[in-house]
């Protein structure tokens, strides 16, 4: 058994983390207190192939594997949350299921946009009545001619706010929410499209994560994604897959609050020494260390086996439940130090998405 | 206007990583904490405009143990053509002129060459010396602190500042320039790292391979050697000013007059 990572993989991670410590870190803060969405960083990712890491090379991705689709989530997410939220988001349940599932017509219309970062996914299941219970939906898309008249009220949407491209979870069929299950792609500015609140999520402000609400809004049928009642199987695929990419996340931010932990117990005087001297620092730091670690080979086990053709849910889960315990470690040390106040904020964070719950 | 352009790059290790090996007195390097010299980067980055511009070719040529490979993959990545790595076991513990013996050979074996760029200096060793040296060893001209840069008619014209003032320099080709750190780098894709891995290969040169002297590498070729390498501690204290602002400001102002900070 080999854990160590190709030369390649290892420019990968360079370069994510040299973007990341260049263009996120200075504004990281800003842009969570203020929640604004960074165009300005969004528009210098997209020629990088951030937003199409895994997508096929002929829609202009980087057709990547998924260690090295883990590290760049990592990086970019142990800077600025957020952004590593909007790119695990918008790789693995929008980009992925549409190259997997997309007919040729729709991958060649939707693909290109996506990849270049043009255009931000998003993905609709969540409604107020319905979560890990994904057949309580009650969004519904109702055939005429050749549209669909589709009313959904969605929420929890990641990216919402900005998004131009989301699939949306509906039912054909109301009778039988379970055969009619279906995905279909919607576009922005559709007749009848609305973006609703916003959420206040701790420590990822800066990625939009709103409401999408559909009122009699009609879609074409070409854009339905594979066929009626696929829905499920289409869900289920992209959350196998963003769920390797959450716990990639859970990842960065661990990393990051322990880095952040590291560097304060080394600046701070207690009884004349660094807490770093002090035994049960040391002790605190070293089972955060090993937590991460241990997140690390389970995050990056989950995407080998993705890659040879596999899933393992269980694996990706717990980096993202583990993810609090070195964060509250952290932050019961550096609540003071302003600098560092970014990182515990984001605690639980991962915890929760695309997490049965 | 196709022409070969060179570009020396080094791989050094990251700032806070150093360590001296207590028996060899030299600077300990592994992988996991080394990179691309940052000045470097920028003579790469000019070198990358330039072959776009001009259509020309890029070789990137480092010399290290084999694990400055990888400095050569990221040269690939950012737009490098043809990657060659110069190593031997006794090219260590070459000083800059040993360096620089080297490196001439390799581009010797390069052969026909218009362009050699280097960065200003290393973050390791910070001599700023294997430019210079290295024009001296292939007997062509250079220009150090070089800013902008450009071809016409077969000459190279130089931009750089020197004492206040803007120097517009000419020289012919072949010439060696040495590039001003600017202010921003351009990152390769994850496209063109994918693409230097599967559509390149670094070329392994030795000492037999560039038909270098013995005498003229590693210690032997070295007209310096390092004595002792011994790690500075640095003392910090903090002081805090009280008062009003304007009063701290004052008072902040008083110890930089009394620190020689201010002229």
Not at chain 2, 233 to 246: I, M, N
Request: proline share 5%.
């Amino acid at each position: 058994m080999d854990f160590t990572l190709s030369i390649q993989q290892k420019q990968i991670r360079r370069m994510a983390r040299q973007f990341a410590k260049a263009e996120l870190a200075l504004i990281a803060k800003e842009i969570d207190e203020e929640a604004r969405f960074p165009w300005e960083v969004v528009e210098k990712m997209g020629p990088l192939n951030f937003f199409g890491m895994q997508a096929p090379r002929k829609y202009g991705g980087a057709e990547m594997d998924s260690i090295s689709y883990c590290l760049v989530i990592e990086e970019i997410s142990g800077v600025c949350a957020a952004m590593g939220l909007t790119i695990a988001v918008h790789n693995s349940v929008v980009v992925y299921p549409l190259s997997q599932f997309g007919n040729e017509e729709q991958k060649a219309t939707y693909l290109p946009s996506l990849a270049a970062g043009e255009k931000i996914g998003a993905f609709c299941l969540t409604e107020p009545n319905a979560g890990s219970d994904a057949m309580a939906i009650e969004s519904t898309a109702v055939r005429e001619g050749d549209s669909y008249i589709v009313n959904a009220n969605k929420i929890f949407v990641t990216n919402g706010g900005v998004a131009d491209t989301l699939i949306l979870f509906v039912s054909v069929n109301p009778d039988d929410v379970k055969k009619g299950f279906s995905a279909i792609l919607v576009e922005r500015g559709t007749p009848g499209f609305e973006v609703g609140l916003l959420e206040n999520s701790c420590g990822v402000r800066a990625n939009p994560v709103s409401s999408i609400v559909l009122t009699d809004c009609r879609v074409p049928k070409a854009n339905l994604l594979g066929r009626e009642g696929d829905g499920f199987k289409i869900a289920m695929a992209g959350l196998d897959t963003g769920r390797i990419g959450i716990a990639a996340q859970a990842m960065g931010i661990s990393q990051a609050a322990l880095d952040a932990s590291l560097k304060y117990a080394k600046e701070r005087i207690q009884f004349r020494v660094p807490l770093a001297r002090h035994q049960a620092i040391q002790m605190m730091l070293a089972d955060m260390g090993t937590m991460v670690e241990a997140s690390r080979l389970l995050t990056l086990q989950a995407a080998h086996i993705r890659d040879q053709g596999g899933n393992s849910p269980g694996l990706q889960q717990w980096p993202s439940s583990l993810q609090p315990a070195p964060l509250q470690k952290c932050h019961r040390w550096v609540y003071k130090s302003m600098e560092v106040m970014d990182i515990p904020k984001t605690t639980r964070l991962s915890d929760i998405f695309e997490m049965p719950g | 206007m196709n022409m070969n352009i060179i570009v020396c790059i080094k791989q050094v290790i990251a700032g806070d990583r150093v360590k001296i090996d207590p028996l060899t007195q030299s600077l300990v390097r592994s992988a996991e904490f080394s990179h691309i010299n940052p000045f470097d980067l920028f003579a790469l980055d000019l070198a990358v405009q330039l072959k776009r511009e001009t259509s020309s070719t890029l070789t990137a040529v480092t010399m290290g143990p084999p694990i400055s490979e990888e400095v050569l993959w990221e040269a690939l990545a950012i737009g490098a053509d043809r990657a060659i790595l110069l190593s031997d076991p006794r090219f260590a513990t070459s000083d800059t002129l040993a360096t620089s013996y080297v490196l001439g050979m390799g581009i010797r074996k390069i052969g026909k060459f218009d362009l050699v760029l280097c960065g200003m200096r290393t973050t390791d060793s910070d001599t700023a010396q294997v430019g210079p040296q290295l024009a001296e060893e292939l007997d062509i001209p250079h220009v150090t602190g070089v800013e902008r840069m450009e071809k016409k008619e077969g000459v190279f014209w130089i931009e750089r500042t020197s004492d206040g003032f803007r120097e517009v320099l000419q020289v012919p080709a072949p010439a060696l320039l040495v590039i001003s750190p600017r202010t921003e780098v351009r990152f390769p894709s994850l496209v063109d790292i994918q693409d230097a891995f599967t559509q390149s290969t670094i070329e392994y040169w030795n000492l037999e391979d560039l038909n270098a002297d013995p005498m003229k590498v590693g210690r032997d070729g070295s007209a310096t050697w390092v004595e002792a390498l011994l790690p500075l501690t640095q003392q910090k204290s903090c002081v805090f000013l009280e008062g009003e602002p304007r009063q701290q400001a004052k008072l902040l102002f008083l110890k930089l007059i009394e620190r020689n900070l201010f002229s």
